[in-house]
């Protein structure tokens, strides 16, 4: 359950595979096809979890004594999350785009509209990828250098929208079984939501999964993840699109920032002034190579 040391042990062997040349590009092959066949088997399972999220959130209603107290839980759950989204995406990141670039971070987001779209719809960063590419390429001008750099690992790894809404799940589930947490289950459940998003997949209700890596870490029961599933193809939208901007603002940003440095080194470089020596012996020749022929 350790998905940061795997990821990062993946980082590792990458680059290694990458430094034998030809020699990893055979396993580097396996991997991809690993991969594929993974993906494939994700596919098969997607379309049989509506049957098996009904009959474990089934199950959960049966032990409920109370089911509209469950109800009005759900509710506040779903609120709560899509509030967080809403604060982070509509407040914070913006800020922080400012905060560098001094410029209007809804302009940036208006050219991104097609994307944000996609992604509400279909619930899935990697799917978004494409079209994320194309209009901040297209409309906001970003350099094909850093979108085709950043928006991959940032689909993968940038997932700030699923940490909000995992916290939250974790509070909801430690609530649900009245349990108090301390100031140190907390700080857990924050360092340990970051940790988990990173290795969150980009795919639908791929954030839901990493969650039982938090309730494992603070001591809960990973039943009540049924719950989560079951209302999550809401959250999971607003999620979404969350992950996406936090994509977006940060190849907005590096585009900011490296034209600027390139600036600063053109400057440097314009500040360097070579004089000139007259050659006296030339007699009027600008040539040296014309006044050695002449003396030889």
């Known amino acids: 359950m350790n998905i940061l ?12 595979l990458k430094k034998l040349g030809p020699e990893g590009e055979e396993l580097i092959r396996f991997f991809n096809s690993f991969n594929e066949a993974t993906m494939v088997l994700v596919s098969w399972i997607m379309w049989y979890v509506p ?10 209603i049966v032990e409920m004594d109370n089911i509209m107290l469950l109800v009005t839980s759900l509710g506040k759950y779903i609120f709560a999350s899509i509030l967080g989204h809403i604060i982070h995406g509509g407040i914070i990141l913006p ?34 990828l494409p079209s994320m590419i194309k209009c901040i390429e297209d409309n906001n001008k970003v350099d094909k250098r850093i979108s085709r750099f950043i928006l991959p690992i940032g689909a993968t790894v940038n997932m700030d929208g699923a940490a909000i809404f995992q916290c939250i799940a974790a509070v909801f589930i430690a609530q649900l079984n009245n349990v108090d ?24 209700a791929g954030g839901v999964l990493t969650i039982a890596i938090i309730l494992e870490a603070i001591g809960l029961p990973t039943n009540d993840i049924s719950l989560i599933l079951a209302v999550d193809w809401i959250v999971d939208r607003t999620t979404t699109v969350v992950n996406v901007e936090g994509d977006a603002f940060g190849a907005g940003i590096l585009d900011y920032l490296n034209p600027k440095e390139m600036k600063e080194k053109d400057t440097e470089l314009s500040d360097v002034h070579v004089e000139a020596i007259p050659n006296i012996k030339a007699d009027g020749e600008t040539s040296p190579l014309w006044l050695n022929r002449r003396l030889v």
């Not at 302009?107 to 509400?120: H, N, R, V, Y």
């Not at 700080?187 to 980009?202: D, E, Y």
């Open 5 to 16: 040391g795997l990821v990062l042990f993946a980082l590792v062997l990458g680059v290694a």
């Open 51 to 60: 049957l098996g999220i009904t009959f474990l959130v089934g199950s959960k």
């Open 95 to 128: 800020l922080i785009y400012f905060a560098v670039t001094r410029k209007n971070p809804f302009t940036f987001l208006l050219g991104l509209i097609t994307p944000f779209t996609t992604a509400f719809a279909t619930c899935s960063s990697s799917a978004t």
């Open 181 to 204: 947490l301390n100031i140190g289950q907390i700080f857990t459940i924050l360092v340990t939501a970051t940790a988990s998003s990173v290795g969150a997949a980009g795919i639908p």
